[in-house]
T-cell receptor
Framework: DAKTTQPPSMDCAEGRAANLPCNHS???????VYWYRQIHSQGPQYIIH???NNETNEMASLIITEDRKSSTLILPHATLRDTAVYYC???????????FGKGTKLSVKP | EAQVTQNPRYLITVTGKKLTVTCSQN?????MSWYRQDPGLGLRQIYY???????DKGDVPEGYKVSRKEKRNFPLILESPSPNQTSLYFC????????????FGQGTRLTVV
């Protein structure tokens, strides 16, 4: 399974864009990049996923580099409710298991 | 409303007293799994099930059992709980093993004394 590397923590001002990086240099051609977040001790919440192309939904945008070795999750206008731990996951394993790393703790400040 | 429901949300028990944490989903999902979350160790998968009567071990299955007699339910059984099983537990489901979006329950905080 491809491993991911994320900064342990980041701060962002409320209303500004939050850009969360993720390195996955050993990703293979058919592996997707997923992003989840966990607010306090609630169950993780799916945000977005992608393979090669950039993706956007109502929550966020996902930018994947051309060589696919890294990606960035963008929350365009962060709010205090976006304070959470954000997990970048490369799905692997023959059973499609989601393997969570330690994630990035994003703190959105007023 | 589509959801994964775990019960109980909080449980304090004594060493050796068998317990079951229930998990139910109303989305007709094939794939269900259990995770535990511990400080510094993140979320680790305990068991998963790809369909009814099909279960398999995850990364940390020791001390746990599961069953999948019907599609909607996936209970987690601790036959003889020990203090090292004190943790926050999450059940998750998704349509199938290939699908992308997993839905998580609200969590069960278990303390074994």
């Amino acid at each position: 399974d491809a491993k991911t590397t994320q900064p342990p923590s980041m701060d962002c001002a409320e209303g500004r864009a939050a850009n969360l990086p993720c390195n996955h240099s050993t990703i293979s051609g058919n592996e997707y990049v997923y992003w989840y977040r966990q607010i306090h001790s609630q169950g993780p919440q799916y945000i977005i996923h992608g393979l090669k192309n950039n993706e956007t939904n109502e929550m966020a945008s996902l930018i994947i580099t051309e060589d696919r070795k890294s990606s960035t999750l963008i929350l365009p206008h962060a709010t205090l409710r976006d304070t959470a731990v954000y997990y970048c996951i490369v799905r692997g394993g023959s059973q499609g298991n989601l393997i969570f790393g330690k994630g990035t703790k994003l703190s959105v400040k007023p | 409303e589509a959801q994964v429901t775990q019960n109980p949300r909080y449980l304090i028990t004594v060493t050796g007293k068998k317990l079951t944490v229930t998990c139910s989903q109303n989305m007709n999902h094939e794939y269900m799994s259990w995770y535990r979350q511990d400080p510094g160790l993140g979320l680790r998968q305990i068991y998963y099930s790809m369909n009814v009567e099909v279960t398999d071990k995850g990364d940390v299955p020791e001390g746990y059992k599961v069953s999948r007699k019907e599609k909607r339910n996936f209970p987690l059984i601790l036959e003889s709980p020990s203090p090292n099983q004190t943790s926050l537990y999450f059940c998750a489901s998704r349509p199938n093993r290939l699908d992308t979006e997993a839905f998580f329950g609200q969590g069960t905080r278990l303390t074994v004394v």
